[in-house]
């Protein structure tokens, strides 16, 4: 308890003493959702979402059975499950890190009771009296253009809630596109907690020269992948796209990540991930779904040797007790982070879980003297195939 404690104490004025592993495991394998927290939005075109949403003490809000529908076709499962699993932020003056969503929890007592102005349009979604997430439907511009006549815009399905660390704040939203795309984003505000006369770890912001202490927040989440029917035969593909010696043509190739892996993103080489169905297809090629980074600019792989921060994504196989990408509970066997995870099971056409990391260095302005600008950061899963032709 008193490491907890010492973690717990440098993030601002409220000190909150948790079990963060009091609440539910990570989703069974068959899901049920319990009554009154079904999310179902049929936008401009007719694409349908639908999912299952649960407020955590940790992770704040939790979606699964998460299905996606686009006009005139079936309707099919992309993820069991998804969350934001862990935010460790370190200091850039050394201090210990800080391990927000276990230490703290976004949820809880520390969800923001979100207000009706918040969610104009909107639909205000409750856990234990308090207001925790805005369901709402916003422009998200042209679903195509083609020359000057032919252009479909349409909508989006929102869905935000927000949390209060101390003096920050953090915005998570999950935004549904017309075609499929998921977009996963979490947004930085609030006020600087930790200052310093020191200018190698701080800017200075005030006239004696104080400033703000620096720092990195590593975003992980964690997506449990069940596409289509089943959610036990699964397929992780690495494509890559690689110069040739005359660096005027690229070649692809197509490799399967047959078992637990850690991996890096690399805008040279041209490289990312899909995760494929096993059995379906769109009557051409398997239904898949690819893992689209973005904000890759501040990516950070820690100064402490940290080995859960030498890699941008994972991929394991699923187990109920790896919920939390790092201080994981190690009872009953499990590991602490997810470097542990990956420990060479079999993934190939099993049940596949994808971590995703983001890196995002804050050093202050002067502008976040009294309120730090909202950062976003986030990235997308794009649906590769789900369809044969496009069917917006």
């Known amino acids: 308890m ?4 010492q973690k717990v104490l440098p993030l601002g004025a409220v000190v909150l003493f948790l ?6 495991e990570a989703r069974p394998g068959n899901p049920s959702c319990p009554s009154g927290q079904t999310l179902q939005s049929t936008l401009t075109t007719g694409a349908s979402w639908s999912m299952c949403w649960e407020a955590r003490d940790q992770e704040g809000i939790v979606l699964s059975d998460i299905r996606y529908q686009a006009p005139g076709q079936n309707q099919r499962r992309v993820l069991g499950e998804m969350s934001l699993s862990q935010i460790q932020r370190n200091y850039d003056d050394g201090s210990a890190a800080e391990y927000l969503v276990t230490d703290f929890g976004l949820g809880g007592s520390n969800f923001i009771n979100l207000s009706n102005s918040e969610c104009s349009g909107g639909q205000l979604k ?3 009296g308090k207001a925790v997430m805005c369901q709402s439907q916003k422009d998200s511009g042209f679903i195509y253009k083609y020359g000057t006549n032919v252009a479909v815009s349409g909508k989006a399905l929102s869905l935000v809630s927000a949390s209060q660390l101390g003096s920050y704040s953090y915005t998570q939203e999950w935004v549904f596109h017309e075609n499929g795309t998921i977009e996963p984003r979490i947004g930085l505000s609030g006020s600087i907690n930790r200052t310093s006369y020191d200018p ?23 997506m449990d992948f069940d596409l289509g029917t089943s959610n036990s035969n699964d397929i992780v ?8 010696v005359s660096r005027t043509k690229r070649s692809k190739s197509i490799s399967t990540v047959s078992s637990e892996a850690a991996r890096n993103f690399s805008p040279e080489v041209k490289r ?47 187990n109920a007790c790896e919920r939390f990408a790092v201080d994981n509970s190690t009872s009953g066997g499990c590991g602490a982070n997810v470097k542990d995870f990956t420990n060479s099971q079999n993934i190939n056409s099993n049940d596949v879980v994808v971590w995703n990391r983001l890196s995002y260095h804050h050093l202050a302005r002067d502008e976040d003297d009294n309120i730090i600008g909202m950062r976003w950061n986030g990235f997308k899963l794009l649906p590769r195939d789900w369809h044969s032709v496009n069917p917006l």
Do not use: C
Request: no cysteine; glycine share 10%; aromatic share 18%.
């Open 237 to 244: 593909e690495q494509i890559t796209s690689s110069l040739d």
């Open 19 to 24: 079990n963060p592993f009091a609440s539910a």
């Open 272 to 318: 990312f991930w899909r995760v494929r169905d096993g059995l379906q297809t769109n009557g051409v090629s398997s239904i898949s779904y690819e893992l689209v980074l973005l904000n890759y600019d501040h990516q950070s792989t820690g100064a402490n040797g940290e080995s859960w921060l030498a890699n941008d994504v994972f991929f394991t196989r699923y």
């Open 126 to 128: 409750y856990s234990g």
């Open 2 to 5: 008193l490491s907890m404690i």
């Open 200 to 222: 190698n770890f701080s800017w200075p912001m005030q006239q004696d020269g104080k400033g703000g202490i620096g720092f990195v927040d590593n975003y992980f989440w964690r």
